[in-house]
């Protein structure tokens, strides 16, 4: 646990160093993000990714804690964030600080993500005040998929621009110690990250942000049906497994698994 970064360190990466964010929702996954990256989310996708919810909406706060006990277990030089699941933290600051403090001791997290602007920006301050290193998400915020009437980029115009930037600069006085921009012109990416004095972490927001990050199984290519704009495949993972569970089952059909090689014989038990 010591020697794992902390929301400061990220946080002083402002002006030096990308910093290098991905997902984990597993420990086998957990240890291989911690190896290569800076900071490791837990992220509500769990519940689309690992759970096969449609949106992110009916992930709770039981789903968060086994999720970050089993990737805190992998975790020991990253920054270990999670997620607050929707309906956690909206209500107000002392519901917000009591998840979020729930969060944090279960998990063994350093730090809590929540979704929303200027409106959340007292709950921030709230909970940074007393002891909760906060993470803001603007932008596409998918907790808010039902009010925002879909998944599209956001910030096109300059008032929506103005009211996106203006958002992340309230996070930033609150105390935020950095702030994720979700599906934003590459332009608006660029502006916040220069208008504002926290690191901000892009996932399809442009390559001038402090930092990026993807969900893990997208990148790794393990879904086939799901290729937004702003995921490069760094793998094909799906494609390898599909292949795989394939030969399997038929081997198994034509006997040809198992062989010797993988049975046990009488003077060979072990
Ligand atoms: O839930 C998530 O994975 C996220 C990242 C994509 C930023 O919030
Ligand atoms: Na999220």
Request: proline fraction near 4%.
């Amino acid at each position: 646990r010591k020697s794992r970064l902390g929301p400061g360190d990220i946080r002083a990466r402002k002006g030096a160093a990308p910093v290098v964010c991905l997902t984990a929702y597993t420990t086998p996954m957990a240890k291989l993000v911690d190896r290569h990256c800076d900071l490791v989310l837990v992220g509500d996708s769990v519940g689309m990714v690992m759970h096969g919810l449609s949106s992110t909406i009916g992930v709770t706060m039981e789903m968060m804690i086994l999720h970050g006990q089993a990737v805190a277990r992998g975790v020991s030089q990253a920054c270990m964030v999670v997620d607050m699941p929707f309906g956690s933290y909206e209500e107000g600051r002392e519901q917000a600080f009591r998840n979020a403090a729930r969060l944090m001791a279960e998990t063994g997290c350093q730090a809590v993500k929540l979704e929303g602007g200027r409106h959340m920006a007292e709950t921030v301050a709230f909970l940074v005040q007393r002891g909760i290193p906060v993470m803001g998400h603007v932008g596409l915020t998918p907790q808010s998929v039902n009010t925002l009437g879909g998944y599209k980029v956001q910030g096109r115009g300059h008032l929506e621009a103005d009211r996106i930037a203006r958002d992340a600069e309230a996070l930033a006085e609150a105390g935020a110690f950095s702030v994720v921009l979700e599906k934003l012109p590459s332009a608006l990416g660029q502006r916040i990250t220069r208008e504002i004095a926290i690191p901000t972490i892009g996932i399809g927001a442009g390559v001038e942000c402090d930092g990026q990050v993807l969900v893990v199984d997208d990148m790794l290519g393990l879904f086939a049906d799901f290729r937004p704009k702003f995921v490069k495949r760094y793998g094909e993972l799906g494609g390898a497994a599909d292949a795989a569970i394939a030969a399997y089952a038929a081997e198994v059909r034509a006997r040809a698994f198992p062989t010797p090689e993988h049975s046990f014989g009488e003077s060979n038990p072990a």
